[in-house]
Nanobody, 115 residues
Framework: QVQLVESGGGLVQAGGSLRLSCAAS????????MHWYRQAPGKQRELVAR???????NYADSVKGRFTISRDNVQNTVMLQMNSLQPEDTAVYYC?????????WGQGTQVTVSS
């Protein structure tokens, strides 16, 4: 059974930083693509960042240079370091693992950025 347990969300002032963590079980984070998505109120869920098994990464244009996705293979955890946060980053952030065409999702963690 694939389980993703997220942590690290919270309230931060504009310009601040947060680190989100996604602890995985039932899947190896170095074996399958791992993703961070976010969904703001009233908006479509969007891809924020992904990391592939080989270590390559992709980012949404809106977060390039500010967010960094990484993984700890020993802890089997994926992280999202978020710097220079802005109010438009406010959303529920979801971790996901993709096994072929199937996505497995974490519970989501709220990130709120105040101005």
């Amino acid at each position: 059974q694939v389980q993703l347990v997220e942590s690290g969300g919270g309230l931060v002032q504009a310009g601040g930083s947060l680190r989100l963590s996604c602890a995985a079980s039932g899947v190896g984070v170095s074996i399958v693509p791992m993703h961070w998505y976010r969904q703001a109120p009233g908006k479509q869920r969007e891809l924020v960042a992904r990391i592939f098994a080989g270590g390559s990464t992709n980012y949404a244009d809106s977060v390039k240079g500010r967010f960094t996705i990484s993984r700890d293979n020993v802890q089997n955890t994926v992280m999202l370091q978020m710097n220079s946060l802005q109010p438009e980053d406010t959303a529920v952030y979801y971790c996901a693992a993709s096994l072929g065409p199937t996505y497995y999702w974490g519970q989501g963690t709220q990130v709120t950025v105040s101005s």
